[in-house]
């Protein structure tokens, strides 16, 4: 059972353009939402995340909308850059008993920007 | 300041040979530790994780095995690979308690032929 779904599977932008990626969760318990960049060949790295007090969050040009009752967030990036071409992880997670913490991801968006 | 190793970086590997790939941790005690398999065009599958020593949870049964010998060491083998193993693998960690943040490796693309 996939508990967060990510879309589209796959984007290309021109540069300057606006990428949006989204994604849906279904358990009402995660309380912790991030987006990882994945370059080729590499692990990937933390970009940005938010929490579900919160409705929107900006850093530089990334920001993550959310919407909880929807149960929905999103990745909008800003005058996109053909240095921005990675796969993109949403993840969400909710805290375990014991210490234990397993985030749950989506299948991943390749975005591809155009110069 | 800390950092995650992870080696080796490719691995060429027949049918039915055994397997280890190893990750260390630096510059942190007690990390919750991950091994995370991501076929070609697809998500991140996580196989094994543990909160400590000795202390591994398996997500998904398979022809692999994971072993946490030291504090900030995580080892993930096989006896026998199979075509099917091929993949990327990542180990990643976790501040224990204190962060919700994963740090993932470089990864090891094995292909098994």
């Known amino acids: 059972q996939q508990q967060v779904k990510q879309s589209p599977q796959s984007l290309i932008v021109q540069k300057g353009g606006i990428s949006i990626i989204n994604c849906a969760y279904e358990?009402?318990?995660?309380?912790?939402f991030p987006w990882y960049q994945q370059f080729p060949g590499k692990g990937p790295a933390l970009l940005i995340a938010?929490?579900?007090?919160?409705s929107e969050k900006k850093e530089g040009r990334f920001t993550i909308s959310f919407n909880k009752s929807a149960k929905q967030f999103s990745l909008h990036i800003m005058d996109s850059q053909p240095g921005d071409s990675a796969t993109y992880f949403c993840a969400a997670s909710a805290h375990a008993s014991g210490g234990s913490y397993i985030p749950t991801f989506g299948r991943g968006t390749s975005l591809i920007v155009h110069p | 300041s800390q950092t995650i190793h992870q080696w080796p970086a490719t691995l060429v590997q027949p049918v039915g040979s055994p397997l280890s790939l190893e990750c260390t941790v630096e510059?942190?005690?007690?990390?919750?530790l991950y091994w995370y398999r991501q076929a070609a065009g697809r998500g991140l599958q996580l196989l094994f994780y543990?909160?400590?020593?000795?202390?591994i949870s398996s997500e998904v049964p398979q022809n692999l095995s994971a072993s946490r010998p030291q504090d900030r060491q995580f080892i993930l083998s096989s006896k026998k690979l199979l075509l099917s193993d091929s993949g990327f693998y990542l180990c990643a960690w976790r501040p224990g308690l204190i962060s919700e943040k994963l740090f993932f490796g470089s990864g090891t693309q094995l292909s098994v032929l």
């Open positions: 543990s909160v400590g020593i000795g202390q």
């Open positions: 938010i929490r579900p007090d919160v």
């Open positions: 358990n009402t318990a995660f309380d912790y």
């Open positions: 510059g942190t005690s007690n990390p919750n």
